[in-house]
């Protein structure tokens, strides 16, 4: 009994309050916004597909898209549920964030190239070959030129390690 009594007076206090405070305009039942909902930075952002959705289109769980779209545990998940998934993806346009991958994983699958001088004639090719046979493992190349004294070298070999590339 006290409880509701309790709750009855904290009710009744605040619809005092409302009539109080605020204008008319503002008593309806709509939602005001509060200040701090104003920055929520947990919205999804406009046209970015995510695995939830996927998984949600699919009829599956977002671990199993995770699965699916991981070449080395893609075995553990069926060839149905696999070809379903994959071609969800591809009708909701997925495309996987690496940015997050590498945050999360602890690896970016890039692989920085430092070049003493990008205009000499004997790189091009040096960073073709480097670049078909990371490709094939799955790798990106990035290449760096580090033009100037030791010590811009090393800010660029700094950078490199700073947005964690392979280098």
């Known amino acids: 009994m006290q409880d509701y009594l309790i709750s009855r007076f904290c009710q009744v206090f605040w619809q005092r309050c409302q009539k109080f405070f605020w204008p008319a305009s503002m008593q309806s039942n709509a939602h005001i916004q509060l200040p701090y909902e104003k920055y929520n930075h947990n919205k999804k952002k406009p046209g970015r597909i995510t695995i939830r959705e996927v998984a949600a289109h699919a009829s599956v769980n977002s671990s199993t898209v ?21 071609a969800s993806a591809k009708t909701l346009g997925y495309r ?27 790189f091009p090719p040096m960073v073709r070959g480097i670049e078909a046979q990371l490709a094939a ?11 100037g004294t030791p010590k811009d070298q090393e800010r660029v070999l700094e950078q490199m390690f700073r947005v964690k590339w392979m280098a």
């Open 96 to 122: 996987q964030n690496t940015v997050a991958s590498a945050l999360r994983g602890g690896k970016s699958k890039v692989i920085g190239v430092l070049l003493p001088d990008i205009e000499n004639p004997v």
């Open 137 to 147: 493992e799955g790798f990106s190349v990035l290449i760096a030129n580090a033009v």
């Open 66 to 86: 995770s699965r699916v779209l991981n070449p080395a545990t893609r075995y553990l998940i069926g060839d149905e549920v696999a070809l379903r998934v994959l």
